[in-house]
Nanobody
Framework: QVQLVESGGGSVQAEDSLTLSCAASGDELRLYFFGWFRQAPGKEREFVGGIGWNGGSQYADSVKGRFTISRDNAKNTVHLQMNSLKPEDTAVYFC???????????WGQGTQVTVSS
């Protein structure tokens, strides 16, 4: 079992930056991929990006070049650095973990990000 707790959401203006954090707890966390999904009102859940144990990461085209995922294995935390935010980035963001890619076995409770134009 893996428990995930997100923090850092909030309301910002377009072009601002925001960092989300995810605190993970559980056994053998090094075995897991970690990722971020988001869900906007009336839309399907979307994979934002994810990261492996060695730091290798992938991103959705919609956020590539603006978002960066990092992982601190010693502190069991994952961060989503979001730059140049757009109103269309408004969504509830979920931290996830999983053995397979994309990671979706375990989910945090979600944190709201609202970007105003």
């Amino acid at each position: 079992q893996v428990q995930l707790v997100e923090s850092g959401g909030g309301s910002v203006q377009a072009e601002d930056s925001l960092t989300l954090s995810c605190a993970a707890s559980g056994d053998e966390l090094r075995l897991y991929f970690f990722g971020w999904f988001r869900q906007a009102p009336g839309k399907e859940r979307e994979f934002v990006g994810g990261i492996g144990w060695n730091g290798g990461s992938q991103y959705a085209d919609s956020v590539k070049g603006r978002f960066t995922i990092s992982r601190d294995n010693a502190k069991n935390t994952v961060h989503l650095q979001m730059n140049s935010l757009k109103p269309e980035d408004t969504a509830v963001y979920f931290c996830t973990a999983g053995i397979y890619w994309p990671p979706r076995d375990y989910w945090g409770q979600g944190t709201q990000v609202t970007v105003s134009s």
